[in-house]
Structures are given as structure tokens and as C-alpha cells.
């Protein structure tokens, strides 16, 4: 049974940080990007950042360009487990994120493929 259990997300004030959390079961892990998705109301999903797990590409990491230099994606393999540090946060990074799987880095700008329950996170002015 796939899970993608996420957690880590609260309220903070602008500039503030906050790390999120993806713990991964019921797959290879190593043969995914695992990362982060995250919707803010009345707009669209949108991919944030993810990480290859292992493979030819393993380490490998994207970001959404608005948060680059802001937010540092990484992974402890052993625990099956993969962070997102946000750093200086703004309003517009106000959203519900969504842990997400996928088996290539097309499937990931494709919609990924498997899910996590979202957790909110709020910045504050």
C-alpha cells in the first residue's frame, strides 16, 4: 500500500521558515522523485521542487523558479524520508502542499504519480 506521509507545515510570519517532512512507503523509493506540489486557493497546482531518489539521476533536484535560493529540497534514503526547507517565506508561498511520487521527471510535470494528503501552510503580513 503506497503512503506519502507529510507533515511539518503551520503558520509563519513573512520571513520566516518552516520545514516539511515526506516519509515514503510501498515502493521503491530509490526509483522515484519525491517531492513537493502545492495549490493555493482559486489557483492552479503547481510543482515546487523535487528529488531523485537514486538511478541515473539520483541527487538530482528541481525548483520552481519562485523559490529558488529560498527552498532546499534533500533526502535521507534510510528513513525513506524527504525535507523541504523553506526559507524566507512570503505570502504567495501560502498554499496546501502536496507530497508527491513520480517514476521520471516527466511523469512529475505530468500530475506525478501517487499522492500525498496535503498539509497547510500559511504566511502571515
Known amino acids: 500500500d503506497v503512503q506519502l506521509q507529510a507533515s511539518g507545515g503551520g503558520l509563519v510570519q513573512v520571513g520566516g521558515s518552516l520545514r516539511l517532512s515526506c516519509t515514503a512507503s510501498g515502493f521503491t523509493f530509490d526509483d522515484y522523485f519525491i517531492g513537493w506540489f502545492r495549490q493555493a486557493p482559486g489557483k492552479e497546482r503547481e510543482g515546487v521542487s523535487c528529488?531523485?531518489?537514486?538511478?541515473?539521476?539520483?541527487?538530482?533536484?528541481f525548483y520552481k523558479d519562485s523559490v529558488k535560493g529560498r527552498f532546499s529540497i534533500s533526502s535521507d534514503n534510510r528513513k525513506k524520508t524527504v525535507y523541504l526547507q523553506m526559507n524566507s517565506l512570503k505570502p504567495e508561498d501560502t498554499a496546501v502542499y502536496y507530497c508527491a511520487a513520480a517514476s521520471s521527471l516527466n511523469s512529475w510535470f505530468d500530475g506525478a504519480d501517487y499522492w500525498g494528503k496535503g498539509t497547510q501552510v500559511t504566511v502571515s503580513s
Open positions: 528529488i531523485s531518489m537514486g538511478g541515473r539521476y539520483g541527487g538530482s533536484t
